[in-house]
């Protein structure tokens, strides 16, 4: 009896594990609904709603409306923007969403990019502008993400720290994005360094593409970032030639001991070298969209190759 009350027991535990795994709870705000509450947690209204009216038959006025105050469950999905965009942490291997307050403005545009990967790098050098780069990245994950994308966005690591070894800066983005991409083995996978060295403060800015010289995935990816920053290039002169070919230990270094193709964008004001760059207005919207467009543009050549 002993034996068949406590197997009753652990089974009633297993499953109550379980299906606490299928929910969270929420409080409605003023203002909420279903819609509203589910596109703030990061989750497509659409897909979603019948499974919260499941949820919640008995908390409901009305049978769809919310009441204030009230704690809703919310389901668990992997379709969530709170876990398709994700913020690592690489030092310590913590994870937690990309974004939070402004999942209420974001919504599923499509599902395109439903089997890519992708790994954003973004930091600036001594004299970048740090906000600058980051903003980018969060601007290119949020396009990526609402068009169904999984997108990593690797937190800052002291990159010009002079006490540490190139070792030491990369093993930590290397350990981790390389755990990540055979965790996602068979799906598209890219790596993208956005990279300011210097702040970039004139009407202009100048953007060079860069590849490692034996990855024909990266090449094939840098290209077409850069033909859509070509096409809308504020300058007539030709960029033909800037030598895009990583040459700096850092990226070389990646390139060299990551498993996914990698790519590297700079941007800066440097007027000695706007000949050998593109040239864009300084607008961050902008450039994140066109940086967007170029990485998708990618992953949609190769899909209509296959």
């Known amino acids: 009896m002993k034996f068949v009350l406590s197997l009753f027991l652990w089974v009633w535990a297993c499953f109550s594990i379980a299906a606490q795994d299928d929910f969270y709870w929420v409080t409605a705000e003023q203002g909420d609904g279903i819609f509203s509450l589910l596109r703030k947690q990061g989750l497509d209204p659409a897909k979603h709603y019948k499974?919260?009216?499941?949820?919640?038959?008995?908390?409901?006025?009305?049978?769809?409306?919310?009441?204030?105050?009230?704690?809703?469950?919310?389901?668990?999905?992997?379709?969530?923007?709170?876990?398709?965009?994700?913020?690592?942490?690489?030092?310590?291997?913590?994870?937690?969403?990309?974004?939070?307050?402004?999942l209420g403005k974001m919504s599923l545009k499509s599902e395109t990019l439903r089997e890519?990967?992708?790994?954003?790098?973004?930091?600036?050098?001594?004299?970048?502008?740090?906000?600058?780069?980051?903003?980018?990245?969060?601007?290119?994950?949020?396009?990526?993400?609402?068009?169904?994308?999984?997108?990593?966005?690797?937190?800052?690591?002291?990159?010009?720290?002079?006490?540490?070894?190139?070792?030491?800066?990369?093993?930590?983005?290397?350990?981790?994005?390389?755990?990540?991409?055979?965790?996602?083995?068979?799906?598209?996978?890219?790596?993208?360094?956005?990279?300011?060295?210097?702040?970039v403060e004139k009407r202009n800015m100048n953007i060079a593409v860069y590849h490692h010289n034996k990855s024909e995935q990266g090449q094939r990816f840098a290209d077409n970032i850069q033909n859509v920053f070509e096409q809308n290039s504020v300058s007539n002169i030709s960029s033909t030639k800037a030598d895009r070919v990583f040459k700096d230990k850092t990226s070389l270094y990646l390139a060299r001991n990551i498993l996914p193709a990698i790519s590297l964008i700079t941007l800066d004001d440097d007027a000695k070298t706007a000949n050998e760059k593109i040239s864009l207005k300084t607008d961050k919207q902008k450039l994140a969209s066109l940086l967007s467009n170029g990485i998708m543009n990618d992953f949609v050549d190769l899909e209509i190759e296959n």
């Open 116 to 199: 890519a990967v992708y790994y954003l790098i973004a930091y600036a050098g001594e004299q970048g502008d740090e906000s600058f780069v980051q903003d980018i990245a969060k601007s290119v994950a949020a396009d990526l993400i609402t068009n169904g994308a999984q997108v990593y966005i690797m937190d800052k690591i002291e990159l010009d720290d002079a006490s540490l070894s190139d070792t030491q800066k990369m093993n930590s983005f290397i350990e981790t994005i390389n755990k990540k991409y055979l965790q996602n083995s068979g799906k598209y996978q890219r790596v993208l360094i956005i990279r300011a060295d210097n702040k």
């Open 51 to 102: 499974d919260f009216l499941e949820l919640n038959t008995e908390g409901l006025k009305n049978g769809s409306d919310l009441k204030v105050g009230v704690a809703y469950k919310v389901p668990v999905s992997k379709d969530s923007f709170k876990k398709t965009g994700v913020l690592v942490e690489s030092e310590e291997n913590v994870e937690a969403p990309i974004f939070d307050k402004e």
